[in-house]
Protein backbone atom coordinates (compact mmCIF):
# COMPACT_ATOMS: atom_id res chain seq x y z
CA UNK A 1 0.00 0.00 0.00
CA UNK A 2 1.42 3.82 -0.97
CA UNK A 3 2.30 5.62 1.95
CA UNK A 4 1.11 8.94 1.49
CA UNK A 5 1.23 12.00 3.49
CA UNK A 6 4.08 10.66 6.04
CA UNK A 7 7.27 12.18 4.59
CA UNK A 8 7.86 14.56 7.04
CA UNK A 9 7.95 12.09 9.65
CA UNK A 10 9.59 9.33 7.73
CA UNK A 11 13.45 9.94 9.52
CA UNK A 12 11.95 9.21 13.24
CA UNK A 13 11.55 5.45 14.59
CA UNK A 14 11.74 3.80 16.98
CA UNK A 15 10.38 4.94 19.93
CA UNK A 16 9.50 8.59 20.14
CA UNK A 17 8.01 9.19 17.34
CA UNK A 18 5.85 12.04 16.27
CA UNK A 19 4.17 13.82 19.70
CA UNK A 20 0.84 15.15 19.37
CA UNK A 21 -0.78 17.03 22.41
CA UNK A 22 -3.95 15.53 23.07
CA UNK A 23 -6.77 16.11 25.28
CA UNK A 24 -8.31 12.86 27.41
CA UNK A 25 -11.05 12.90 29.49
CA UNK A 26 -10.65 10.60 32.62
CA UNK A 27 -13.26 9.33 34.21
CA UNK A 28 -12.91 10.46 38.38
CA UNK A 29 -15.45 9.34 41.29
CA UNK A 30 -16.02 11.78 43.87
CA UNK A 31 -18.38 12.04 46.75
CA UNK A 32 -20.35 14.03 44.75
CA UNK A 33 -20.63 11.44 41.51
CA UNK A 34 -19.21 11.26 38.79
CA UNK A 35 -17.41 13.61 37.62
CA UNK A 36 -14.95 14.58 34.19
CA UNK A 37 -11.29 15.74 34.58
CA UNK A 38 -9.42 16.99 31.56
CA UNK A 39 -5.72 15.82 31.75
CA UNK A 40 -3.02 16.18 29.22
CA UNK A 41 -0.88 13.39 27.56
CA UNK A 42 1.64 13.81 24.89
CA UNK A 43 -0.03 11.27 22.23
CA UNK A 44 2.57 9.24 20.25
CA UNK A 45 1.24 9.58 16.88
CA UNK A 46 2.20 7.54 13.88
CA UNK A 47 0.46 6.25 10.54
CA UNK A 48 -0.06 2.19 10.14
CA UNK A 49 3.08 2.47 7.59
CA UNK A 50 5.09 3.41 10.05
CA UNK A 51 4.38 0.99 13.25
CA UNK A 52 4.29 -1.66 10.80
CA UNK A 53 8.06 -0.70 10.04
CA UNK A 54 8.58 -0.39 13.31
CA UNK A 55 7.76 -3.76 14.86
CA UNK A 56 7.61 -6.73 14.47
CA UNK A 57 4.72 -8.64 12.25
CA UNK A 58 3.87 -10.40 16.46
CA UNK A 59 4.27 -7.18 17.61
CA UNK A 60 2.45 -5.33 14.78
CA UNK A 61 -0.73 -8.08 14.86
CA UNK A 62 -1.10 -7.90 18.53
CA UNK A 63 -0.74 -4.22 19.49
CA UNK A 64 -1.91 -2.75 16.60
CA UNK A 65 -4.31 -4.58 15.23
CA UNK A 66 -5.82 -6.02 18.77
CA UNK A 67 -4.91 -9.40 18.09
CA UNK A 68 -3.89 -11.81 20.68
CA UNK A 69 -0.69 -13.76 21.20
CA UNK A 70 -1.46 -18.19 21.78
CA UNK A 71 -1.05 -18.88 25.44
CA UNK A 72 1.86 -19.82 26.73
CA UNK A 73 4.23 -18.86 24.07
CA UNK A 74 4.89 -15.09 24.72
CA UNK A 75 8.27 -13.90 26.20
CA UNK A 76 7.22 -12.60 29.50
CA UNK A 77 4.35 -15.34 30.87
CA UNK A 78 6.97 -17.11 32.71
CA UNK A 79 9.29 -14.13 33.08
CA UNK A 80 10.75 -13.43 36.68
CA UNK A 81 13.02 -10.41 36.76
CA UNK A 82 12.91 -7.53 38.47
CA UNK A 83 12.46 -4.12 36.60
CA UNK A 84 9.31 -2.70 34.17
CA UNK A 85 7.68 -3.46 31.89
CA UNK A 86 7.60 -0.80 28.85
CA UNK A 87 4.86 -0.75 25.71
CA UNK A 88 6.52 -2.04 22.95
CA UNK A 89 5.75 0.66 20.81
CA UNK A 90 6.31 3.88 23.01
CA UNK A 91 8.63 2.96 25.61
CA UNK A 92 5.70 4.23 28.22
CA UNK A 93 6.38 2.49 32.01
CA UNK A 94 3.30 0.23 31.83
CA UNK A 95 3.84 -2.53 34.76
CA UNK A 96 6.06 -3.38 37.59
CA UNK A 97 7.45 -6.72 38.08
CA UNK A 98 6.55 -6.26 41.53
CA UNK A 99 2.83 -6.25 40.67
CA UNK A 100 2.99 -9.75 38.21
CA UNK A 101 1.68 -12.30 39.87
CA UNK A 102 1.24 -16.71 38.75
CA UNK A 103 -2.37 -16.52 37.29
CA UNK A 104 -1.59 -19.94 35.21
CA UNK A 105 -3.24 -18.68 32.19
CA UNK A 106 -0.14 -18.22 30.06
CA UNK A 107 -0.31 -14.64 29.54
CA UNK A 108 1.94 -11.96 31.68
CA UNK A 109 -0.69 -10.43 34.38
CA UNK A 110 -0.44 -8.04 37.01
CA UNK A 111 -2.65 -6.66 39.41
CA UNK A 112 -2.23 -2.93 39.05
CA UNK A 113 -0.70 -0.88 36.04
CA UNK A 114 2.42 0.78 36.73
CA UNK A 115 1.07 4.38 36.99
CA UNK A 116 -3.05 5.18 37.07
CA UNK A 117 -2.50 7.27 33.82
CA UNK A 118 -0.26 5.45 31.89
CA UNK A 119 -2.97 2.15 31.33
CA UNK A 120 -6.59 3.04 29.62
CA UNK A 121 -9.45 0.76 29.26
CA UNK A 122 -12.42 0.53 27.18
CA UNK A 123 -15.07 -1.78 26.39
CA UNK A 124 -14.55 -4.75 24.24
CA UNK A 125 -17.70 -6.25 22.63
CA UNK A 126 -15.50 -8.65 19.56
CA UNK A 127 -16.09 -12.22 19.87
CA UNK A 128 -19.36 -12.06 21.22
CA UNK A 129 -17.78 -11.50 24.60
CA UNK A 130 -18.12 -8.14 27.36
CA UNK A 131 -14.81 -7.30 27.99
CA UNK A 132 -12.42 -4.67 29.38
CA UNK A 133 -9.98 -4.13 26.82
CA UNK A 134 -6.88 -2.60 28.29
CA UNK A 135 -4.63 -0.06 26.04
CA UNK A 136 -1.25 2.23 26.50
CA UNK A 137 -2.57 5.63 27.23
CA UNK A 138 0.08 7.61 25.50
CA UNK A 139 0.16 5.43 22.03
CA UNK A 140 -3.35 3.68 21.82
CA UNK A 141 -0.98 -0.12 21.63
CA UNK A 142 -3.74 -2.84 22.65
CA UNK A 143 -2.04 -4.38 25.57
CA UNK A 144 -4.66 -7.10 26.71
CA UNK A 145 -7.62 -7.25 28.64
CA UNK A 146 -8.59 -7.14 32.19
CA UNK A 147 -10.89 -9.40 34.34
CA UNK A 148 -11.84 -9.20 38.08
CA UNK A 149 -10.75 -12.07 39.41
CA UNK A 150 -7.36 -10.90 40.57
CA UNK A 151 -5.52 -11.01 43.63
CA UNK A 152 -6.66 -8.88 46.69
CA UNK A 153 -6.21 -5.53 47.26
CA UNK A 154 -6.79 -4.91 43.65
CA UNK A 155 -8.84 -8.08 42.81
CA UNK A 156 -8.06 -6.97 38.88
CA UNK A 157 -6.48 -9.40 36.47
CA UNK A 158 -4.96 -7.77 34.07
CA UNK A 159 -4.34 -10.38 31.21
CA UNK A 160 -1.47 -8.58 28.84
CA UNK A 161 0.25 -10.20 25.59
CA UNK A 162 4.07 -10.28 26.09
CA UNK A 163 4.32 -9.08 22.35
CA UNK A 164 2.89 -5.85 23.57
CA UNK A 165 5.58 -5.39 26.32
CA UNK A 166 9.58 -4.68 26.27
CA UNK A 167 10.77 -5.67 29.63
CA UNK A 168 14.06 -3.48 31.34
CA UNK A 169 15.47 -4.95 33.92
CA UNK A 170 16.26 -2.97 36.77
ZN1 LIG B 1 2.58 2.90 24.05
Redesign the pocket.
Known amino acids: MENKGVDLYRSRRGYGGVEAEGVTGRRRLGPAGVSWEKSTVNK?VKTDAEWREALTPEQYAV?RQQGTERAFTGAYWNHHGTGVYR??????P?FRSQDKFESGTGWPSFATPAAEESVETSRDTSHSMERVEAH??????HLGHVFEDGPAPTGLRYCINSASLRFEEE
Open positions: IACVCCGSLCRKCDA
